[in-house]
């Protein structure tokens, strides 16, 4: 009998970049369809799962925002096993977050699954007049990794949806070639949850801190 919470994968992605290119409202959009303005700097991850419907199957996926700081990046890494999904995000008005890219995509293939499916994300695509990558510069970049490639808004929603519904329809394309199942039943756990990192790495709360400094979109 199907139910509600029913669903044939679960998928785990996380997003990761530099602090204030604005994950934790690409984030915010695309699991409540929110955004705002006061975002502060993630200090810790928080997670949230969304239901989609690819090709008659039920896919669930689990969306981890993850701190970009670089304080908390090996804290972090800890976060990225058993993804088999990850969207790099930068913003297109900074380009050393854009010359950061290489730590982000090294980090993922490091600690994430082996075949995990990978999507570079150009945020703050709203803010053209103070662009400082190219579309075309990023787009060849990805190329060379073999990443796919799309710039959005999470604050006017251009592309936000696309992204997702793109990285989990890439994700299912890999699953039905490999038809390893347990490789993407991560465990399922509760919506909209959060941990605060600490430095020492002996306390994880339940609840999400942010620090009212760098604005996101």
Same mark, same amino acid.
């Given at each position: 009998?199907? &139910?509600?919470?029913?669903?044939?994968?679960?998928?785990?992605?996380? $997003?990761?970049?530099?602090?204030?290119?604005?994950?934790?409202?690409? +984030?915010?959009?695309?699991?409540?369809?929110? +955004?705002?303005?006061?975002?502060?700097?993630?200090?810790?991850?928080?997670?949230?799962?969304?239901?989609?419907?690819?090709?008659?199957?039920?896919? !669930?996926?689990?969306?981890?925002?993850?701190?970009?700081?670089? %304080?908390?990046?090996?804290?972090?890494?800890? =976060? =990225? !096993?058993?993804?088999?999904?990850? $969207?790099?995000?930068?913003?297109?008005? /900074? !380009? %050393?977050?854009?010359?950061?890219?290489?730590?982000? =995509?090294?980090?993922? !293939?490091?600690?994430?699954?082996?075949?995990?499916?990978?999507?570079?994300?150009?945020?703050?695509?709203?803010?053209?007049?103070?662009?400082?990558?190219?579309?075309?510069?990023?787009?060849?970049?990805?190329? &060379?990794?073999?990443?796919? +490639?799309?710039?959005?808004?999470?604050?006017?929603?251009?592309?936000?949806?696309?992204?997702?519904?793109?990285?989990?329809? %890439?994700?299912?394309?890999?699953? %039905? /070639?490999?038809?390893?199942?347990?490789? =993407?039943?991560?465990?399922?756990?509760?919506?909209?949850?959060?941990?605060? $990192?600490?430095?020492?790495?002996?306390? #994880?709360?339940?609840?999400?801190? #942010? $620090?009212?400094?760098? #604005?996101?979109?």
């Amino acid at each position: 009998m199907t &139910t509600p919470d029913s669903y044939d994968l679960l998928f785990k992605i996380v $997003l990761v970049g530099d602090s204030g290119v604005g994950k934790s409202n690409l +984030f915010s959009r695309f699991h409540k369809n929110e +955004f705002s303005l006061e975002s502060g700097t993630t200090l810790g991850v928080e997670f949230a799962t969304k239901t989609m419907i690819i090709e008659n199957a039920t896919l !669930k996926a689990q969306i981890w925002d993850t701190c970009g700081q670089e %304080q908390f990046r090996a804290l972090t890494k800890t =976060y =990225y !096993k058993k993804a088999v999904g990850a $969207l790099i995000v930068y913003d297109i008005t /900074k !380009k %050393q977050t854009f010359d950061d890219i290489n730590k982000w =995509y090294q980090d993922i !293939k490091e600690n994430a699954e082996e075949e995990v499916v990978l999507m570079l994300v150009g945020n703050k695509a709203d803010l053209k007049h103070l662009r400082e990558v190219e579309t075309q510069q990023a787009a060849e970049f990805a190329k &060379t990794k073999n990443m796919a +490639f799309i710039e959005t808004s999470a604050l006017d929603s251009t592309n936000v949806e696309t992204a997702f519904q793109l990285i989990v329809q %890439q994700i299912y394309t890999s699953f %039905q /070639k490999t038809k390893n199942p347990s490789q =993407y039943q991560t465990k399922a756990i509760g919506e909209g949850e959060s941990i605060v $990192l600490k430095e020492n790495n002996k306390t #994880k709360e339940s609840r999400f801190k #942010k $620090l009212n400094c760098c #604005k996101q979109q």
